[in-house]
């Protein structure tokens, strides 16, 4: 039977750690995962669901807030595993841990590496419109998702989706290309591809920064952010005068005139900008400052004095 570590925190690695504990041929010797967080209104203290899912079967959890020079890093070298498995951590691992498997160190990271790597791999490939993306099994190595490639599954990303159905879609292809590629791991049957270091793309965490939406973009790229960025954090806009996050618009095939961030026109159920390269968006749902989430047609209630030629979205 092959000894695993598992490392992972948020649900995209939940069904791969579910996959390795429902294998015969694996054992999990421990799960490393962030330590709880609080969360919501209430701030109530909640574990990561990878640490959920490792108490449901009783396995050996630890949590430092930095691994490097911990006990818990001594506690995981003297297990001395087969295997060390990475799925979203969120920390980097020291190379004394990484030495210390039998036989690998290996990530499932959301991306087809090169391209992408970082913390942010899905939240990109939506927001810079980007027509597919996938899973990368690789090696770990000190450097950042740098490891050479053991195998890549690639994935579709359609006009309706979002960062969260992509979370849902990799986590799934994820855990089905590991588990077909660990047999050959284990056998010493699979060739290892270096990374074309020319085509290195990052993707670093989303800074608070990132989150506004530049409105003067083409109205399929102001799409792409608010999906890039959804279900949290949101992408946000000055309209109106407050600002504002945007849940759901829909880019038109009509065309203007007027400059971006301008009204088009107001419609009963949308709100219709202008864009960049004379393209226009449909606002769906939204989210003014310090209010709930809201459909459009509620909040042109309370904003009668947008028309038509009205510069809607400012700067700060």
């Known amino acids: 039977m092959t000894s695993v570590v598992f490392m992972g925190t948020p649900q995209f690695a939940v069904p791969i750690l579910q996959a390795l504990i429902d294998d015969p041929a694996y054992t999990v010797k421990a799960v490393l995962t962030q330590p709880d967080r609080r969360v919501g209104r209430k701030h109530k203290l909640t574990a990561s669901p990878v640490k959920q899912l490792a108490q449901q079967y009783n396995l050996p959890v630890l949590q430092p807030a930095k691994l490097a020079k911990s ?64 899973v990368s099994i690789m090696y770990m190595v000190k450097q950042m998702d740098a490891g050479d490639v053991l195998a890549q599954r690639r994935v579709p990303i359609t006009a309706e989706d979002d960062a969260g159905t992509m979370f849902a879609k990799l986590s799934l292809v994820g855990r089905d290309l590991l588990m077909e590629t660990l047999p050959k791991l284990v056998a010493g049957e699979v060739e290892a591809t270096p990374q074309d270091e020319s085509q290195v793309v990052f993707s670093p965490n989303i800074s608070t920064a990132q989150e506004r939406i530049d409105y003067r973009l083409p109205a399929r790229l102001i799409d792409a952010k608010v999906r890039g960025l959804r279900p949290k954090p949101l992408a946000n806009l000055v309209l109106d005068g407050v600002v504002t996050k945007l849940l759901d618009v829909t880019p038109l095939a009509e065309k203007t005139a007027l400059a971006p961030g301008q009204v088009v026109r107001v419609e009963k159920h949308g709100l219709i900008l202008a864009a960049g390269e004379g393209t226009t968006y449909r606002i769906n749902r939204l989210k003014p400052a310090g209010k709930p989430a809201m459909e459009i047609t509620a909040y042109l209630n309370g904003h009668q004095d947008l028309a038509a030629g009205k510069q809607a979205v400012t700067d700060d």
Do not use: W
């Open 71 to 134: 006990a818990e890093l001594d506690q995981l070298v003297a297990l001395a595993p087969d295997l060390m498995i990475t799925a979203a951590y969120g920390q980097f691992l020291p190379t004394k841990l990484l030495n210390a498997a039998k036989i690998a160190a290996i990530n499932v990271h959301g991306s087809l590496l090169p391209k992408y790597r970082g913390g942010a791999p899905i939240q990109y490939a939506v927001m810079n419109g980007d027509s597919e993306t996938g």
